[in-house]
């Protein structure tokens, strides 16, 4: 495994920014990678169920994870039967991976790259798959053309972002949880920056994504807008169950590539 790729002088300027942004924070990962890594399938920060069927339909399939951090759901994909693969912008993330893949006795290719540039032949792929990995670190603009030309005809996309509505009403900064107020447009959202941190997140609106997975090939086939389940009150990244429970904080995206 070659740690610590470079990147080449020509790649968008955000890359070098999330790098070291997932490079620092990756200690702080282990620990839910590991209880993630323990667990049975779930989507999101809610837990909701297998909400997409991805995971019945593994077996014998080739699945791509793209910024897959520590690595859980490629793990959860490998015991379903698939051959799984895990690629990630930070090498520090990787090592987690690779260390559960020790300590859990699971081993599959962890691959250090960027969702915009994926190193694998066209149509390698039946299931691309990201969960805040690319998802939300990646430009959709450049990443999503990619998972296009890796998947196979019939091959699906799928992945778990931070809902748009939560997106229109997320604080700036941390430790103050989102409340019904809208703070910020919605048209022309795309590129985030946060004040107390040095990474960048894009965020498209429906009707923007929409068009760009028509325009790269793909049909849609669901979007999901994940509800939290009754529990008890807590927040999670600046949303609070109560305020989860009434709007959606995270939607996941289903689209098949056409034939
Ligand atoms: C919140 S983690 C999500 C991964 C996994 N679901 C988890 O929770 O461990 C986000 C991951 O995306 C990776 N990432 C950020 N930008 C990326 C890019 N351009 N290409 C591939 N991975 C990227 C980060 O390095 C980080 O490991």
């Known amino acids: 495994m070659s740690w610590k790729r470079r990147l080449r002088p020509d790649s968008p300027d955000y890359l070098a920014r999330n790098r070291a942004h997932w490079d620092d924070y990756a200690p702080r990962w282990v620990e839910m990678g590991r209880r993630a890594w323990a667990g049975k399938p779930t989507w999101g920060m809610w837990g909701a169920p297998d909400v997409t069927g991805l995971f019945e339909r593994a077996a014998d399939t080739d699945t791509l994870e793209v910024g897959c951090g ?86 699906e996309l799928i992945f778990l972002a931070n809902a748009v509505l939560f997106m229109l009403v997320a604080p700036e900064l941390d430790g103050h949880p989102a409340e019904a107020t809208l703070l910020r447009p919605q048209f022309g959202m795309h590129r985030f920056e946060w004040p107390d941190e040095d990474a960048v997140e894009f965020h498209l609106g429906h009707g923007d994504m929409i068009r760009l997975l028509r325009q790269e090939g793909f049909e849609m086939l669901d979007l999901i807008e994940v509800q939290a389940p009754d529990g008890p009150a807590e927040v999670k990244f600046n949303v609070s169950r109560d305020w989860a429970r009434r709007w959606p904080s995270e939607e996941v995206w289903r689209a098949r590539k056409r034939g």
């Open 70 to 155: 520590t690595a859980y759901l490629s793990a959860w994909l490998a015991r379903a039967g698939a051959r799984a693969v895990g690629l990630d912008n930070s090498w520090r993330q990787l090592k987690t991976a690779a260390t559960l893949q020790h300590e859990f006795g699971l081993r599959f290719p962890l691959i250090h790259g960027i969702g915009e540039r994926l190193p694998f032949a066209a149509q390698a792929f039946d299931f691309v798959i990201s969960e805040y990995g690319s998802a939300i670190w990646s430009d959709p603009y450049e990443w999503i053309p990619e998972a296009g030309r890796v998947l196979r005809p019939g091959g």
